[in-house]
């Protein structure tokens, strides 16, 4: 089974302050269609989780461009440039190449 | 409206059975693979099986295998998850998920979830 771990596990970030956090997977996400299988998923306090990045980095419609996401193979960051209150919840990578599917164990964010 | 709803969640003794369900609606249901993805208290997520639209490729994580059975009627646009044999450790809130088209493969469409509690 692929791996994936998240750090930080916690961030208390100041509004209009960046954030980053890095996603590590145990195997290489790059498929041989040339695509490559990592997500981002962001869960608010009482809600359901929801998708905000996919294949690394293409913004789902509606994502504020404030989020953005880099990385290859192995190693994947989620950036936030400036943190606002409605970003607070808990983020999720996921990778999508192979069965089981994984996530990692979340990054939670608050607002300090 | 385009959305998930389960239900079955409830307070099961170990070792005992439960049908999760999850009805969808607004969207042509036969063409999108699920997901059933599971949350313990205060715990992150973690997905536990997957089903194709036609029900040919079904896939579940090892703590699950033997245990628990991903299903689905299309007439009736639903999805299913028969739990048995049930742990302590299977306490979560499980949440139905919808794959995107277009072979993007991540999880569009979430439900709000359905308890399940295992205790004696």
């Known amino acids: 089974d692929i791996v994936m771990t998240q750090s930080p596990l916690f961030l208390s970030v100041t509004p209009g302050q960046p954030a980053s956090i890095s996603c590590k997977s145990s195997?290489?996400?790059?498929?041989?269609?040339?695509?490559?299988?990592l997500y981002w998923y962001l869960q608010r306090p009482g809600q359901s989780p929801q998708v905000l990045i996919y294949?690394?980095?293409s913004r789902l419609p509606g994502v504020s461009d404030r989020f953005s996401g880099s990385g290859s193979g192995t190693d994947f960051t989620l950036k936030i440039s400036r943190v606002e209150a409605g970003d607070v919840g808990i983020y999720y990578c996921l990778q999508g190449i192979n069965f089981p599917r994984t996530f990692g164990q979340g990054t939670k964010v608050e607002i300090k | 409206e385009v959305q998930l709803v389960e239900s079955g969640g409830a307070l099961v003794q170990p070792g005992g059975s439960l049908r999760l369900s999850c009805a969808a609606s607004g969207f042509t249901f036969n063409i999108f693979s699920m997901n059933w993805v599971r949350q313990a208290p205060g715990k992150g997520l973690e997905w536990i099986s997957y089903?194709?639209?036609?029900?040919?490729?079904?896939y579940y994580t090892d703590s699950v295998k033997g245990r628990f059975t991903i299903s689905r009627d299309n007439a009736k646009n639903s999805l299913y998850l028969d739990m048995n044999s049930l742990r302590v450790e299977d306490t979560a809130v499980y949440y139905c998920a919808r794959v995107a088209l277009a072979g993007r493969g991540y999880f569009d469409l979430w439900g709000r979830g359905t308890l399940v509690t295992v205790s004696s």
């Open positions: 089903i194709t639209g036609s029900s040919s490729a079904i």
């Open positions: 294949e690394v980095s």
């Open positions: 195997q290489s996400l790059l498929h041989s269609d040339g695509k490559t299988y």
